[in-house]
C-alpha cells in the first residue's frame, strides 16, 4: 500500500507526465474511433511496408505519417525551447524565417530569377548551408535586439515575423521557384525505410542534447532564464546566452524550412511554414514547460510537438475538414494547457487534501 | 481559550518531500506579548509561521485564533489578515517595480468617489508612515531603487500599518543597522502596549533579550519548550536551540592579522566611483587582510563593494590587482581575476531558485572555466559534498531544489558557491545574513582562516561586533562617500562614532 502510494507520487511529479498523458489521450480517441468503424482496432498503430514508385520499400502508417508531418514542429521546438527557457519569451518569427530560409536556398540552388530548373546552379550543400545560414542570421538579428537592446521578445520577433517571408518572396522574384532534382528531394523524402524529416528531428534532437549536456549550456540557459541578475553576478555572460539561444532557434528554423521546402521541392513563399510558429509554441508549452523561463524539457517539447501533429491526423482521420480542424484543436489545445494550469492543479490538490482528512476524520 | 490568548496552534504537523520539517509542535500567543520563536537554520520557524498565515497545508494540529468560534485554517496570506494577522516574511516579498506607496497600499488602496484609485492621498498616508518610522525615501521611486534594508522597512510599514491582533515578523532585522533595528523595537512596544500579540524570529540573541517577553524554542521540527525571558538566560537558550553547549564567540583569534598590513598589495581602487551610489574613493586591501566596511544604512557600504566587481560597473578611477591595471566591465572579468562577491540580497541577486544545491554551489566555478569545460559530475557531487558538510547546510540530499531550504541554508549555500571558486579576493557582503548563532562563529573562524592563508576579503555586515570580531582595518562610509578609515583601536564605541560622523579623517 505505502509502496504504491509512493510510486503514485513519483508518477505526478514526473515532468514528462502532461505530454505522455495528452498523447496518449489521443492515441485512445483513434482506438475508439477504428473500433467505432469496425476497423481494426490498433489500426492507429499500424506500420507496414511499401512498395514506392522508385522501387524502394518504406515503412507506411498513421503513425509514420504523424512522425513524418510533426517532424518540422518538432525541429522548432527544439529551439523555441531554448528561447522560452532563457529569456521567458517567444520567438513568433520561426514560421517566416523558415519561408525565408526556404526561398534563399532554392534561389541558390536555381539561380536568381528562374521559377523552374532541374540542374542546380550550384551544388546542392552550397544551397542548403545557405539556407540554414539565412536561419542563422535571423536568428541573430533576433537575439541582438532581445539580448542586447532588451527589446520585448514578442515585438523584437515581430520584425521577421512579418517581415522574413516577404523577403523570401524579394530573392525569388515574385515566383515560387521550383527545384524539380531528384537530390533535394531526399531531405523531404525517405532515407532507407524511414522519413528523412524524422531522421534530421532526431539527428537534431541528439546533437543539442550532447550540446546541452556535455558541456554547461544547458545549466547556463536556465540559470539566466530563473534569475538573470543572480547569474550576471554569479560570472555568467546573461546577454551572450540569450543571444545565443536566438541563433540556435534561427538555425532550427533553417533546417526546418528546408525540410519543408524539400517536400514540395519548391519554395512557395506564401505557404512554408505558415502558423508553425504557433504550433512550436504550443509544443514546448504541452511539453510542461512554463512559458514564464527557467526549467525546461526538450523532450517534452518534442512529444508536444508530435502530439500536435497527431491531434491533426486524427481531425483528419475522423472526417473533419481541413477549414473546421483549427477549431477543434483550439478546444483540445485549451483542454490540455487548462489540466496544467497552476488554479486547477491547486483545486486538485486541495480536493485530495480533502478528502484525506475526510478519511482521518 | 484563556482570556489573555490570542492565538494557539496545537499539535501542528507538516512534510515536505523528504523533511518532516514540523512534528507536533505548539504554540501559543497572548495578548501584549512580544514572543520570540526561537531555532536553528532549518529547525522549521518559517514553516510553522506559513502553516499560521494559509501558505502551508499543514497536515495534523489546529490553529485557534481569539474570537473565533471552532479550528481556523487559513489558506492564504489574505485569509490571514482576515482573522487579523499580518505578516512580514522572511524574504522581502514586495513588488521591486512598483513605488514604495503602491507597495504600501496594494491590495487595499484608498478609493476616490469615482471609484478609481486615489493616488494623491496614498502617497501622502505614505509618506507619513515612512517619515514615522523615520526612513527618508521618496515614496513616489520605484521600490527596486532602494536598499534591501530599506525594502525591509517598508515591508514592516506595510505589515504594522494593517489593523491587527496577531503581528509576525520572520527575521526583520536582518540586514538593518542598530539604529533602525530600534526604531522597530519602539515601534513593537507601542504595538505590544495596545494589545498586539507579536511573532518575532531572529537569530541575534540580544535582541531578544531587549524586546521580548517569552521564548519558544524549536529543534529539528520539534517543540522544545515554552519559556519567559527570565527563565532563559542567553547560554540556555543557545543550549536549547542547539541541543549542546556553543563554544565560546569570543575565541576567533586574529593571528597575523595585525602585520597583514605589510604584506603586498592584492587590490588597489584609486578614485573608483559609480555614478549616483559611490563617490570616487580610494582603497588598497593587503594580502591576508581582512578589510571591514561600516556606515549606516544607505552610506554606499555595498555600492563601494560592487563597483570594484563590476556589479555596477564604475565610472570612474582605475583598479590594479597584484599592482596591474585592469579593466573590469561585468563580474564575469572580476572572477577572472580571481575576485568573488557574495551579495547582500541572497533572494534577487543569489540563488538561482529552481536549480539544486549542488548546481548553484558549482555556478561560478563553472562560469569561471567557461561553457566548453563542463566539470565532470563527479567532481560536482564531490564539491557540492564537501561544502554541504563544512557549512552545515540542512539539506534532504545534494539535488534537492535550493529554494525548498530554509534561508539561512540557502545562505550557505550561496557562501559555499564563492568558496569553490577558490578566490584571491573575496567580497562578502552581510555573508551571515540569517545565518544562527552556531553556524555564524563557524563562518567568522573560517573568513580569519582564509585570510590566515594569504586571501584578502572585504566584509561588510551592518553588525559592527561580527566585524570587530575578523577586521583588522574599517572604512567608514557616510553618504555615499568614503570618509576614511579606522586601523587602530578597533572599538564598538569608536566605530559608531566614527560612521555618525567624528572626526575620522587621518
Ligand atoms: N518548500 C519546501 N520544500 C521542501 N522542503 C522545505 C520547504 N520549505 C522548507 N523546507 C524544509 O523544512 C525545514 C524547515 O525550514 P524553515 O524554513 O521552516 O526553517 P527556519 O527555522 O525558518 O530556518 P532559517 O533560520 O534558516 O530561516 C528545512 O529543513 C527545509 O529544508
Ligand atoms: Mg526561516
Redesign the pocket.
Known amino acids: 500500500m505505502k509502496n504504491g502510494k509512493l510510486s503514485w507520487k513519483k508518477i505526478k511529479s514526473w515532468n514528462l507526465l502532461l505530454p505522455v498523458v495528452a498523447l496518449l489521450l489521443v492515441m485512445a480517441v483513434n482506438i475508439i474511433y477504428d473500433i467505432a468503424n469496425g476497423n481494426n482496432p490498433l489500426a492507429f498503430f499500424t506500420i507496414t511496408l511499401q512498395q514506392t514508385t522508385g522501387n524502394g520499400t518504406i515503412l507506411y502508417g498513421r503513425i509514420i505519417d504523424i512522425l513524418n508531418r510533426g517532424s518540422e514542429a518538432a525541429i522548432l521546438a527544439i529551439g523555441m525551447t531554448l528561447v522560452v527557457s532563457s529569456s521567458a519569451g517567444t520567438d513568433i518569427s520561426v514560421g517566416s524565417v523558415m519561408s525565408l530560409c526556404a526561398s534563399f536556398c532554392c534561389m541558390l540552388l536555381a539561380g536568381y530569377g528562374v521559377s523552374s530548373t532541374s540542374t542546380l546552379a550550384v551544388p546542392l550543400a552550397v544551397g542548403v548551408l545557405g539556407g540554414i545560414l539565412m536561419g542563422v542570421v535571423c536568428g541573430m538579428f533576433n537575439g541582438t535586439l532581445v539580448a542586447y537592446f532588451k527589446i520585448q521578445p514578442m515585438v523584437a520577433t515581430l520584425i521577421l515575423f512579418s517581415a522574413a517571408r516577404a523577403i523570401g518572396l524579394l530573392l525569388c522574384n515574385d515566383l515560387i521557384v521550383y527545384v524539380r532534382n531528384g537530390s533535394y528531394a531526399f531531405f523531404g523524402g525517405f532515407i532507407g525505410l524511414l522519413p528523412t524529416p524524422l531522421v534530421i528531428t532526431a539527428i537534431c534532437a541528439v546533437i543539442i542534447t550532447l550540446l546541452l549536456k556535455k558541456t554547461a549550456l544547458g545549466m547556463f540557459i536556465q540559470s539566466v532564464g530563473i534569475n538573470p541578475k543572480a547569474s550576471r553576478i554569479a560570472g555568467l555572460n546573461s546577454k551572450r546566452i540569450i543571444f545565443l539561444t536566438y541563433v540556435l532557434c534561427g538555425l532550427f528554423a533553417g533546417i526546418a524550412g528546408i525540410v519543408a521546402s524539400s517536400r514540395i521541392t519548391s519554395a512557395d513563399s506564401n505557404n512554408i511554414g505558415l502558423y508553425l510558429e504557433m504550433d512550436a509554441i504550443l509544443a514546448v508549452a504541452l511539453g510542461g514547460n512554463s512559458l514564464g523561463g527557467g526549467k525546461f524539457s526538450l523532450a517534452g517539447s518534442i512529444i508536444g510537438a508530435y502530439t500536435i501533429q497527431a491531434i491533426t491526423t486524427t481531425l483528419y482521420a475522423l472526417g473533419v475538414s481541413a477549414a473546421q480542424a483549427p477549431v477543434f484543436k483550439a478546444v483540445i489545445v485549451v483542454i490540455i494547457v487548462a489540466i496544467q494550469s497552476e488554479p486547477v492543479r491547486n483545486y486538485f490538490k486541495k480536493a485530495s487534501l480533502a478528502k484525506k482528512a475526510k478519511e482521518v476524520a | 481559550m484563556e482570556d489573555n490568548v490570542v492565538l494557539t496552534a496545537r499539535g501542528i504537523s507538516m512534510t ?4 518532516k ?1 514540523l512534528e507536533n509542535v505548539d504554540f501559543t500567543l497572548r495578548k501584549g506579548e512580544i514572543h520570540a520563536l526561537m ?10 509561521i506559513k502553516c499560521l498565515t494559509g501558505i502551508n497545508d499543514f497536515e495534523a494540529g489546529e490553529i485557534r485564533i481569539d474570537g473565533i468560534d471552532g479550528p481556523v485554517k487559513n489558506h492564504s496570506t489574505r485569509d490571514a489578515q482576515n482573522v487579523g494577522i499580518s505578516t512580514v516574511y ?1 524574504e522581502v516579498n514586495l513588488c521591486p517595480n512598483l513605488s514604495v506607496a503602491e507597495n504600501l497600499f496594494i491590495g487595499r488602496e484608498p478609493m476616490t468617489k469615482l471609484h478609481t484609485i486615489d493616488r494623491k492621498s496614498y502617497n501622502k498616508r505614505s509618506q507619513v508612515i515612512m517619515d514615522e518610522l523615520g526612513i527618508s525615501v521618496d515614496v513616489t521611486q520605484n521600490l527596486e531603487n532602494y536598499s534591501l534594508a530599506i525594502q525591509q522597512m517598508v515591508a514592516i510599514a506595510r505589515a504594522v500599518d494593517m489593523d491587527c491582533k496577531v503581528l509576525i515578523l ?2 526583520p532585522t536582518s540586514s538593518l543597522d542598530d539604529e533602525e533595528v530600534e526604531k522597530l523595537f519602539v515601534l513593537m512596544r507601542k504595538l505590544r502596549d495596545k494589545g498586539v500579540g507579536i511573532i518575532f ?1 531572529t ?1 541575534f540573541l540580544e535582541q531578544v533579550y531587549s524586546v521580548c517577553d517569552r521564548i519558544t524554542v ?1 529543534r529539528d ?1 520539534h517543540f522544545v519548550g515554552e519559556y519567559t525571558v527570565e527563565e532563559l538566560p542567553r547560554v540556555k537558550l543557545v543550549a536549547a536551540m542547539m541541543g549542546k553547549d556553543l563554544d565560546d564567540l569570543a575565541e576567533i583569534k586574529k593571528e597575523g592579522a595585525e602585520n597583514a598590513i605589510n604584506n603586498p598589495i592584492e587590490i588597489s581602487a584609486k578614485g573608483l566611483s559609480h555614478t549616483g551610489t559611490v563617490k570616487p574613493f580610494n582603497l588598497d586591501i593587503h594580502k591576508g587582510e581582512v578589510v571591514g566596511v561600516a556606515g549606516l544604512l544607505g552610506s554606499g557600504r555595498s555600492e563601494l563593494a560592487r563597483a570594484i566587481y563590476g556589479a555596477d560597473k564604475a565610472n570612474t578611477g582605475t583598479l590594479s590587482v597584484n599592482g596591474k591595471d585592469v579593466k573590469i566591465n561585468q563580474p564575469i572579468d572580476a572572477i577572472n581575476l580571481g575576485m568573488g562577491m557574495l551579495p547582500d540580497d541572497r533572494k534577487a541577486e543569489g540563488i538561482i531558485a529552481d536549480l539544486s544545491v549542488r548546481e548553484n554551489i558549482i555556478l561560478a566555478l563553472q562560469a569561471r572555466k567557461g561553457m566548453f569545460k563542463p566539470l565532470s559530475r563527479a567532481k560536482q557531487e564531490e564539491l557540492a559534498d564537501e561544502y554541504i558538510k563544512l557549512l552545515q547546510v ?3 540530499n545534494r539535488e ?1 531544489l535550493i ?7 540557502q545562505q550557505k549555500v550561496i557562501l559555499a558557491r564563492w568558496l569553490a571558486t577558490n578566490p584571491d579576493f573575496l567580497i562578502l557582503d552581510e555573508p551571515t545574513r ?1 545565518i ?1 548563532i552556531g553556524t555564524k562563529s563557524e563562518i567568522q573562524k573560517l573568513i580569519v582562516k582564509l585570510a590566515g592563508e594569504g586571501k584578502s576579503i572585504l566584509f561588510i555586515s551592518s553588525e559592527i561586533s561580527e566585524m570587530l570580531r575578523t577586521c583588522s582595518r574599517m572604512a567608514i562610509m557616510r553618504d555615499g562617500e568614503k570618509v576614511g578609515e579606522l586601523d587602530r583601536e578597533l572599538t564598538q564605541e569608536n566605530v559608531m562614532k566614527a560612521i555618525a560622523g567624528g572626526d575620522t579623517e587621518k
Open positions: 515536505f518531500p523528504g523533511v520539517a531555532g536553528e537554520n532549518g529547525a522549521g520557524k518559517s514553516t510553522l522572511q520572520d527575521e524570529v537569530h524549536l521540527g540542512k539539506t534532504p534537492a529554494k525548498q531550504l530554509s534561508g539561512g541554508n540569517g544562527d
